[in-house]
Nanobody, 116 residues
């Protein structure tokens, strides 16, 4: 297990911003990236943003230009800066430690609610 602890979720008005953080304790061989995913009840979990150890990134089309993923390797922490939030961004957001762009370990999730 790779403990991943998320923080930063909450309630925000449309157009506002939130920053999610995910702190990973320890270092596990073969983990070469981190990602943020989100899920709403009744739907599949979907990728929001990913970043490799080398800094390559991938974003869902729905968040491009509004969300930014970044990492602080010294702190074993990955961030998701979310700007211009929309009600449709409301979801439970999950951090994942990844191997080759696929989630291998999950955090417990943090709720983001955007009011209109």
């Amino acid at each position: 297990q790779v403990p991943l602890v998320e923080s930063g979720g909450g309630l925000v008005q449309a157009g506002g911003s939130l920053r999610l953080s995910c702190a990973a304790s320890g270092r596990i061989f073969s983990i070469n990236g981190m990602g943020w995913y989100r899920q709403v009840p009744g739907k599949q979990r979907e990728v929001v943003a990913q970043i490799t150890n080398g800094g390559s990134t991938n974003y869902a089309d729905s968040v491009k230009g509004r969300f930014t993923i970044s990492r602080d390797n010294a702190k074993n922490t990955v961030y998701l800066q979310m700007n211009s939030l929309k009600p449709e961004d409301t979801a439970a957001y999950y951090c994942a430690a990844e191997r080759n762009w696929s989630p291998a370990y999950w955090g417990q999730g943090t709720q983001v609610t955007v009011s209109s």
